[in-house]
């Protein structure tokens, strides 16, 4: 079926250190892809989203680029502050009336 | 005003109690999902409507019961509530038609089954 992978965390940095959560995904389609924050005692909240090969989406620093042969969607940020902190979760969604697929999420601890 | 609303926020009853959840979108969306969410973050889809029609139904234990009185509420009724059912509760909506169209989410409602 499908699925999402993401980088086992925690994920520890320094504030102003460049991160990297690693994101793959195995689907039957061609899927939207999407990744979203939950800060603590919130719901998710759209960070950004890529519907189509080479597409890059980017919002607040970050960014995530479909890479359709590796089947990934990498999320980056060049330099990140301590609010940041909080789970990243990448999912897709194929065609209508689909649910979305989300990976187990990915915390990001960002330390002053 | 907020997206989607979901009350309660907080939820702490007796095992073998019924409780309801109750969730509004006002985005005009067609679409509307329940996610349970473990203590490990992990998100399950355990319900999707379309126009309130049920159009995904995850393998859920039937004490749980969607209804959508219309396209803009989904509400969560639980019966016979275990320990188990302990977990948050997220309401979303998506305008379904259009595959790459992102979901919002409600705050979640935290339930804790004692």
């Known amino acids: 079926g499908d699925s999402v992978t993401q980088m086992e965390g925690p994920v520890t940095l320094s504030e102003e250190a460049f991160l990297t959560i690693n994101c793959t995904y195995t689907a039957t389609g061609y899927p939207s892809l999407f990744w979203y924050v939950q800060y603590p005692g919130e719901g998710l909240q759209l960070l950004l989203k890529a519907t189509k090969a080479d597409d890059k989406g980017s919002n607040k620093g970050f960014e995530a680029t479909y890479r359709k042969e590796t089947t990934s969607f990498h999320l980056e940020k060049g330099s990140v502050q301590v609010s940041d902190s909080a789970v990243y979760f990448c999912a897709l969604k194929l065609d209508y009336g689909q649910n979305f697929v989300f990976g187990p999420g990915t915390r990001l601890s960002v330390l002053p | 005003d907020t997206a989607v609303s979901q009350t309660p926020k907080y939820l702490v009853t007796q095992m073998g109690n019924d409780k309801s959840i109750k969730c509004e979108q006002n985005?005009?969306?067609?679409?509307m999902y329940w996610y349970k969410q473990d203590s490990k973050k992990f998100l399950k889809i355990m319900f999707s409507y379309n126009n309130k029609e049920l159009i995904i139904n995850e393998t859920v234990p039937n004490r749980f019961s969607p209804k959508s009185p219309d396209k803009a509420h989904l509400n969560l009724h639980i019966n016979s509530l275990e320990l188990g059912d302990s977990a948050v509760y997220f309401c979303?909506?998506?305008?379904?038609?259009?595959?790459?169209?992102?979901?919002?989410f409600g705050q979640g409602t935290r339930l804790t089954v004692v």
């Open positions: 985005l005009g969306h067609d679409t």
């Open positions: 979303a909506s998506s305008q379904g038609i259009h595959f790459n169209t992102e979901a919002f």
